[in-house]
């Protein structure tokens, strides 16, 4: 079993960057899908970016070239770096993983062990 706890969420102006991070516990990333959903009030959680085994990594267009996702492997901690932050931008913010070699992709439905969420708030 697999937990995954975030943190890092907050406030900021836009334009600003905040880094998330998503630490595990009862497993690691080898090999596995590691996810960034988010999901905003009446809205469906909505995908972010997916890197597979720390490896091959797909941005969701809206995301593209002002989020990047790393990994460190001592501290079994994931990160996602977020820059030039929009009010769009504002939601809870998850981290999911999956089986080990049980490749997922956008598809929330997809994955097995998600985190409680961590909040960000983009003012404008």
């Known amino acids: 079993q697999v937990q995954l706890v975030e943190s890092g969420g907050g406030l900021v102006q836009a334009g600003g960057s905040l880094r998330l991070s998503c630490a595990a516990s009862?497993?690691?990333?080898?090999?596995?899908?590691i996810a960034w959903f988010r999901q905003s009030p009446g809205k469906e959680r909505e995908f972010v970016v997916v890197?597979?085994?720390?490896?091959?990594?797909t941005f969701a267009d809206s995301v593209k070239g002002r989020f990047t996702i790393s990994s460190d492997n001592a501290k079994n901690t994931v990160y996602l770096q977020m820059n030039d932050l929009k009010p769009d931008d504002t939601a809870v913010y998850y981290c999911a993983t999956n089986s080990i070699l049980k490749r997922a992709g956008r598809d929330y439905h997809e994955y097995l062990y998600w985190g409680q969420g961590t909040q960000v708030t983009v003012s404008s």
């Open positions: 009862g497993g690691t990333f080898s090999m596995r899908s």
């Open positions: 890197s597979w085994s720390g490896s091959s990594t």
